[in-house]
């Protein structure tokens, strides 16, 4: 099942209304960082006035879609928040976890474990019916405290661990924290400004027992979120918090 985003056709919008819900998400605002935000893993104060985007079910607005045996919040669910400066998107979620932390994997199989994944666009009007443009980016962390780009497309940093970046992972009492720093060096493009606007996906990624991926929430997108961009939500570069 793929979550909808029907907003410049009219026509089909009100086709559908009366055999599927549409839901409308609002751009999600990625607030400027007050000053460089260290990455350790313990969500401080300099993310307080970050919107959250929640994957739980309950405050999200719309059904986050679940992909594979999810076994209610405990077993995976959590909230994802993004920060900005002229040189790095900051990413920080906060999971609950009942088996947290089952990760073993690299480079391009870290998605098969306990993980985040982060979907960027600096294109959002031109996402292609299929695949990736070569502005479209998937950046998986691993709750490992290892980072990969995959290569969709050519452009950036693409089948490697992203340049100047780092990552933090730590164990809660509920699960566990991933918060990372990623240059924009790696997307390609020097446009990070005020008001730009993105195309933005985020999942959650949980292996238990058999140490390998069973369950995935993801945001905005749909399950071929790692072929396709077209599904992705919006999100918009804001000054300050």
């Known amino acids: 099942m793929k979550h909808m985003s029907v907003s ?56 986050v879609l679940k992909s594979g045996e999810c076994a209610g919040d405990r077993d995976l669910s959590g909230r994802v928040k993004l920060l900005w400066d002229e040189d790095n998107i900051y990413i920080l979620a906060e999971v609950k976890d009942d088996m947290p932390m089952v990760n073993s994997r690299s480079r391009h199989n870290i998605r098969n474990g306990d993980a985040l994944e982060l979907f960027l666009s600096s294109d959002p009007d031109n996402l292609p019916k299929e695949g990736y443009s070569s502005r479209d980016f998937q950046v998986v962390l691993g709750a490992n405290e290892t980072m990969w780009i995959y290569g969709q497309a050519g452009g950036g940093t693409r089948n490697a661990a992203p340049k100047d970046s780092e990552i933090a992972v730590r164990q809660t009492a509920a699960g566990y924290n991933v918060e990372a720093r990623i240059s924009t060096v790696n997307f390609g493009y020097d446009d990070f400004i005020p008001g730009r606007e993105l195309a933005l996906d985020v999942a959650l990624d949980d292996a238990d027992g058999t140490g390998a991926r069973e369950c995935q929430l993801i945001w905005n997108g749909a399950e071929d979120n790692d072929r396709n961009s077209r599904y992705w939500g919006r999100a918009v570069l804001r000054q300050g918090q």
């Open 8 to 63: 410049e056709d009219k026509s089909l919008k009100e086709k559908f209304k009366a055999e599927v819900r549409v839901y409308e998400m609002p751009a999600y605002e990625i607030r400027h960082a007050a000053q460089r935000i260290p990455v350790d893993g313990l969500a401080g104060d300099e993310w307080s006035g970050a919107p959250a985007i929640y994957l739980d079910g309950s405050r999200a607005g719309k059904p």
